[in-house]
């Protein structure tokens, strides 16, 4: 015997996926809400049941906004989907869902991607997401006249709206007070976040000028007298390393190696920009770092690469990740896995001395001064053990799951200082390039990552944690100096005073500047207080 569809309205539906998507996908949001509570009190029950019933009512009066008979199923399929999917990230990474994650997700490369899709992921997108989905098309859905369906549909919204307030009014000052404290809490809302970050994000790129168009130092020339003998500059852009995995920093583990035995000034006190690439890396660029943070300011304007070309130094960026992020448009820029090549690169994966490779040859066909950019892969999550040679496996058992959650602690972290281990390696090898190029040049080297990383502490995992909240492993990142002799005495520097004044806290707001100071680059958007070099220079210029 055939079982009958049920007949069911459209602001029914509504209401069902809505039950459904605050009691099956939101389990972050509602750990987080009413941790530390009394469940043997009637209280916390009764807050509980208040914030459900509120939270439904907005969600049937929004989506009946929109929802006719003709889209709701799909409305409410893109919902539902969207809402299993966040659950997922959510609940095993403790992920908050802003408009910066956003876009870190629109930015996303298939080959980051996919070491984020696993079994475990399809099989609770099945239940979660799929199978809710497809259910919505099993009832059908009755037909009204449009002026009583106009009627019915004002008269649902009038009450949701009503029953959005009168439930929250009892408990209003317990919710206030829990949302001013813990504010991050409307990221996990879920799937209103993610609603709230595309409007956002939509809105604000109608607004947003073309990416690097407004000139940023204009004035920008080479200072008279400057040196002369042309200045190889080498910056390096670290990925999700974090200080306090880093030995020169103090920790247990010899996870520098090859810096402890050469020459290099360290910075232990640096604070990043954000907490993920897509925010960090305009941002340690830009003349307005997180002092100043505009998020589409900062896209909109150049960087001082743009201000260093426009002065006469060469510029290219390398890159072994996902891209400039705007920073270099315009400007010389190499993506490694296609000059390497699928041999060298399988699938478009490859170690990141792949980035030295033909440095050589470029500083030969260098006309004056260069700054390269290395753009690392470095310790990108989740597959730590992904981002290094077999040789450089020495921390072990070492994770090598995607899903984390599938390793103890120690296990990735074992994997993690193992990223960190290669990334010391190269650097070894850059600075001996370097020192290699004496000859013809003045060398230096800056390595700076761009954000940090989370490794279980807390229950957080990876990054991208709202910067208001973030801990500071995510926002306290590693940045390491190696300057030549003839770069040391070309400029004036006093070493001795360098090591000291390292030992003093710094930011990525200071790169901008210490960039245009280190080419003697002299213009009305430098800042001679945010040069790190400038207090040691003597004389200073």
Not at 273 to 289: H, N, Q
């Amino acid at each position: 015997m055939r079982m009958q569809r049920p007949t069911l309205h459209t602001e029914t539906l509504v209401l069902i996926c809505a039950v459904y998507l605050l009691a099956a996908c939101n389990l972050p949001f509602w750990r987080a809400a009413l941790a530390g509570r009394d469940w043997a009190s009637a209280g916390t029950w009764g807050f509980a049941l208040a914030m459900f019933g509120s939270f439904t009512a907005a969600y049937v009066a929004f989506t009946c906004l929109f929802a006719t008979r003709r889209t709701v199923r799909p409305l409410l399929a893109v919902l539902v989907l969207t809402a299993a999917a966040l659950a997922y990230y959510m609940d095993r990474y403790a992920i908050y869902f802003d408009r910066s994650m956003l876009r870190n997700v629109l930015v996303t490369q298939w080959s980051e991607a996919r070491e984020l899709l696993g079994l475990r992921f399809i099989l609770h997108m099945a239940l979660f997401g799929v199978l809710p989905a497809a259910l919505l098309w099993w009832p059908m859905l009755a037909r009204r006249s449009l002026g009583r369906a106009a009627v019915v549909r004002v008269a649902w919204i009038a009450v949701a709206v009503l029953l959005t307030v009168a439930c929250m009014l009892p408990v209003f000052a317990d919710f206030a007070s829990l949302m001013r404290n813990q504010r991050q809490l409307r990221f996990l809302l879920n799937p209103g976040n993610a609603v709230a970050a595309g409007v956002a994000e939509a809105w604000g790129s109608g607004q947003r000028v073309a990416p690097a168009s407004i000139p940023v130092g204009a004035d920008a020339r080479l200072a008279a007298g400057a040196r002369q003998r042309p200045t190889l500059f080498v910056l390096v852009v670290g990925e999700t390393a974090r200080a306090q995995n880093f030995s020169l920093d103090g920790y247990a583990r010899p996870t520098n190696p090859e810096l402890a035995r050469r020459n290099v000034v360290n910075f232990p006190h640096v604070t990043a920009c954000g907490t993920s690439t897509e925010v960090s890396l305009p941002c340690m660029f830009s003349p307005f770092g997180r002092r100043d943070y505009d998020a589409d300011k900062i896209a909109s304007h150049q960087s001082v690469l743009h201000v260093l070309h426009r002065a006469g130094v060469e510029v290219l960026w390398r890159d072994n990740q996902s891209g400039c992020k705007g920073v270099c448009s315009g400007l010389e820029e190499q993506d490694m896995a296609q000059v390497a090549g699928p041999v060298v690169c399988p699938g478009g994966a490859c170690f990141d001395e792949v980035l030295l490779q033909g440095l050589q040859e470029r500083a030969a066909q260098a006309r004056g001064n260069l700054l390269v950019v290395l753009h690392q892969l470095g310790s990108h999550g989740p597959a730590y053990d992904r981002r290094y040679p077999a040789p450089f496996r020495r921390f072990t058992p070492a994770c090598g799951h995607d899903d984390l959650r599938q390793c103890s602690q120690a296990e990735i972290v074992n994997a993690y200082d193992n990223t960190l281990l290669y990334t010391d390696h190269v650097l070894g090898r850059l600075i001996d390039f370097l020192a290699g190029q004496e000859e013809r040049f003045d060398t230096a080297m800056l390595y700076v990552s761009d954000h940090g990383e989370s490794l279980g502490e807390a229950g957080l995992y990876l990054h991208g944690v709202p910067y208001a909240i973030a801990p500071d492993v995510q926002t306290h990142v590693p940045m390491v100096a190696w300057l030549s002799p003839s770069f040391v005495r070309d400029t004036g520097l006093d070493e001795g005073c360098l090591r000291a004044h390292a030992t003093q806290p710094a930011s990525h707001d200071n790169l901008f500047h210490s960039l245009l100071g280190a080419f003697d680059v002299r213009t009305k958007a430098y800042d001679p207080g945010m040069d790190l070099l400038r207090p040691c220079r003597h004389p200073a210029s």
